[in-house]
């Protein structure tokens, strides 16, 4: 691991989930094994960054249901040898750090059921295992198999969402937003930018997941209206380009408006200008919008806009899969 890696070392408290969890300690800085479960189109590129960026002899273990995407990872990663394991119960085995990036709520927990099952070998290097779960699922769910991997495992799992899609995770800046214990945040952090630029500690374990879910659900409310404001403007007669420099130099500006805008050709290089490919799917925010739902359903929080806002993202999933969720403009039959 890197010095700042190794020196960061966390002391042993008292944690909220049990007082059995251990708080994983890093105390050499050669030969530490890394695990990476989920090379999805986030999880490739965030498992790429961090073998690229951990030393050579560090070992890193991987695995993903696609046998296509452990071979062309097999083969892309570098420094070379990285171990292909047959299971997520054989990464757990041979690492101290897992890493996990996977779609939904169910596949968290069925992993980590799995892995689980029975009793677990010593970390490889490390007097406990530290798992960081960066997959966007709904803070119970998080809460639930945290409380599993404390049981069964004595160690500590924490939630990790990250902000800035394909094109963040390629490039190694993403933004992590962490639920965990505070004197844990220091070991987190150095190895959350081993995949990205910012690390946001929101509070204890399934925070992360909260700030996530209540950011994306403002960004779902947000592309909805600077939509309708743009087909509004440009139906009046406004010039496209013109009505988003005055909306960003004035309160209606909002990430869709200013770096997202879902007009055709307003910026170059946003998906609307490229047929509304790439970028941020429309069915990743339609799940963000369902799990920011059920989560504020469960908090007793009430949300207005949720309902017909799920409409429209039902809707415009159905027509227009696979695209950028700022194809809601066109859904709305937006004038191009």
């Given amino acids: 691991m890197t010095a700042m890696l190794a020196s960061s070392v966390l002391r042993r408290t008292s944690s909220r989930l049990s007082t059995t969890v251990r708080h994983f300690s890093c105390s050499s800085i050669r030969d530490a094994s890394w695990g990476f479960i989920g090379l999805g189109a986030m999880g490739y590129p965030m498992a790429k960054n961090l073998r690229a960026k951990i030393p050579e002899g560090d070992t890193m273990t991987v695995f993903d249901v696609n046998q296509t995407a452990l ?12 171990v292909v394991a047959k ?20 596949h968290v927990k069925g992993v980590f059921e799995q892995v689980l099952t029975s009793s677990l070998p010593k970390a490889p290097t490390q007097t406990s295992r530290l798992f960081i779960d960066c997959s966007t699922i709904d803070p119970t769910t998080s809460r639930e198999v945290a409380k599993l991997v404390n049981d069964k495992a004595g160690a500590n799992f924490v939630d990790a969402p990250m902000s800035g899609g394909v094109v963040g995770a390629r490039a190694g800046t993403l933004t992590f937003m962490v639920g965990a214990e505070k004197e844990d945040v220091p070991m987190i952090t150095e190895v959350l930018l ?5 690390v946001w500690h929101m509070g204890p374990q399934g925070t992360g997941l909260s700030g996530k879910l209540a950011n994306n659900y403002a960004l779902a409310i947000n592309n909805i209206a600077c939509a309708e404001a743009m087909n509004l403007g440009l139906r009046w007669g406004i010039e496209g380009k013109a009505l988003a420099d005055l909306l960003n130099s004035a309160t209606g500006r909002s990430w869709p408006s200013e770096i997202n805008n879902p007009v055709p050709g307003v910026i170059e290089a946003a998906p609307a200008s490229k047929d509304y490919e790439g970028g941020f ?27 017909r806002a799920k409409e429209v993202y039902d809707e415009t999933e159905k027509a227009y899969k696979g695209k950028d969720f700022s194809v809601v403009y066109r859904w709305l039959g937006g004038k191009e």
């Avoid at 799917?281 to 929080?301: F, H, I, P, Q, Y």
């Fill in 194 to 198: 081993l995949m990205g630029r910012k």
């Fill in 87 to 106: 299971s997520p119960r054989e990464v757990v085995e041979n690492s101290d750090i897992i890493v996990s990036a996977l779609p939904e709520p169910r």
């Fill in 71 to 82: 071979d062309k990872f097999s083969q892309e990663a570098v420094p070379a040898g990285v």
């Fill in 281 to 307: 799917g429309v069915s990743l925010m339609n799940k963000d919008l369902r799990l920011a739902m059920t989560a504020a359903s469960e908090a007793g929080a009430k949300l207005v806009l949720a309902a």
